[in-house]
């Protein structure tokens, strides 16, 4: 039996490290897990890479190194597509940065497939915005926006010896979690670069514009906790303009559908989500309108029991119009039943269905607050709302349990551990 994970994130690590363990380990099973990259980075922490609060180098995973001591093999490849009569996937060549194959294309078969290759932002194929605006969509393109921050404030603070209004506009389209957690923490970013050297950037100098189609903020979330957001990142000094849809994207501006030119030194695209379209090109694979595979409660997909989704790739229907969302808790809670039913099934035990249990969810505002709704194991319906220090906890306490999924708990306790020691030796910004 060969199983085949595409895709090393949130749900995919986990999947293949308890597969890896369960039959890998054992000489149950081949477990193959293959990623674009070579490590893996939790993608929540996206933003604060960006911003430099963390260190992606120091983060990462090593996915070769996690395999040797799990159980599972990693192969380095980017997904092409599916051969499902002849059972294999499609595997591009992989070059580095100077263009020279590092591996040709290639082909792996399977006995059981895992698609786990998460989703992107969606620009809605709005004009401009592939051209001139970033996206946060993985580790390189946080690093890369973070090297140009750090040039950018490097500029500004020389530039202010001259011109001392001069300031550095920073617009990012979309209000949802990415959009707002990445605002605080570029106010918390600018307050460190001040405090190491950069001393002439003051609070005024730097302008955050998020713009959001919609009438709030994290539309996902209760209408209170988009409050008290809007009213946290107002404070910090962001410009949040709601209902103000973009149109198009030109060279250093986002022009609004009502005619207003949001002029910007940085830009990023942080709204929509979609699934990439190679998954809508699988033959005989049914989709939704975001490429999701459809899968039964089983989580195999709707027409191939050899074939699992999981993830933000995952199309699941709640029943009531809604999708399970494309959150790391749906993927960690994807990734636990897909494993058990991986080896149910290879025991020939009937397998079991998915249901997914909302457990509520934050936003974090950097170091200066969290605010979110906690749900569950309070009784039915019941939710609590949560902000400053407990919600911050609660909202580090996934990240842990990541952790805990892929090291156990003594591996994750020393991690604690490493995260705290490397918070007194290092700086607290990431600063080239
Ligand atoms: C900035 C940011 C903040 C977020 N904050 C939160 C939060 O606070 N709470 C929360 O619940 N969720 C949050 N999310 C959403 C969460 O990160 C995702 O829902 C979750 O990571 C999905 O897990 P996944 O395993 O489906 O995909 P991912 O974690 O995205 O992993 C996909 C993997 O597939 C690989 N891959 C992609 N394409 C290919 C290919 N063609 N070939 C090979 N490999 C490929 C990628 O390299 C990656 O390793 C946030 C997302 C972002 C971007």
Sequence with gaps: MKIVIVGGGAGGLELATYLGNKLGRKGLADVVLIDQNQTHLWKPLLHEVAAGSLDAEVDSLSYRAHAATHGFVFKLGQFGGVDRVNRCIALAAVRDEEGFEVLPQRRESYD????????????????????????????????????????HFIQL???????????????????GATGV????????????????????????????????????????LAEHVSEAVRAELEKLGADIRLNT?????????????????????????????????????????????????????????????????????????????????????????????????????IRGKPLK?????????????????????????????????VRGWLARMVYISLYRMHQVALHGWF?????????????????RLKLH
């Excluded at 020389?158 to 506009?169: A, G, I, N, V």
């Excluded at 089983?298 to 050899?306: A, E, F, G, I, V």
């Excluded at 979110?372 to 609590?384: F, P, Y």
Aim: glycine fraction near 10%; proline fraction near 4%.
């Design 157 to 175: 603070n020389r530039k202010l010896m001259d011109e001392p209004t001069r300031t550095l506009s920073i617009v990012i389209v979309g209000g």
């Design 353 to 385: 269905d998915f249901k997914y249990r909302d457990h509520g969810s934050l936003v974090s505002l950097s170091q200066y607050t969290a605010i979110g709704v906690l749900m569950g194991n309070l009784g039915k319906g019941q939710s609590l709302n």
């Design 112 to 151: 059981q497939l895992v698609i786990a290759i998460g989703s992107g932002c969606n620009d809605f194929n709005t004009p401009g915005v592939a051209e001139y605006a970033q996206f946060l969509d993985g580790p390189r393109q946080a690093e890369k926006f973070h090297k140009q921050l750090v040039n």
């Design 245 to 345: 849809h973009v149109a198009r994207a030109e060279k250093n501006a986002f022009v609004c559908a009502n005619g207003d030119i949001v002029q910007a030194d940085m830009m990023l695209w942080a709204a929509g989500v979609k699934v990439p379209d190679i998954i809508a090109s699988i033959e005989g694979i049914e989709t939704n309108r975001i490429n999701q595979i459809l899968v039964r409660p089983t989580l195999q997909s709707t027409t191939d029991d050899t074939i699992y989704a999981i993830g933000d790739c995952a199309g699941y229907a709640l029943g009531d119009g809604r999708w399970v969302p494309p959150r790391a808790q749906s993927a960690h809670q994807m990734a636990s039943l897909a494993g058990k039913n991986i080896v149910r099934g």
């Design 411 to 427: 591996k994750a306790s020393l991690l604690v551990v490493a995260d705290r020691i490397n918070h007194i030796v290092k700086p």
């Design 181 to 220: 957690e990445l605002s605080a923490e570029l106010f918390n970013a600018r307050q460190l670069f001040t405090l190491y050297g950069l001393g002439r950037v003051t609070q005024q100098h730097l302008k955050v514009t998020l713009l959001e189609a919609g009438p709030r903020l994290v539309p996902a």
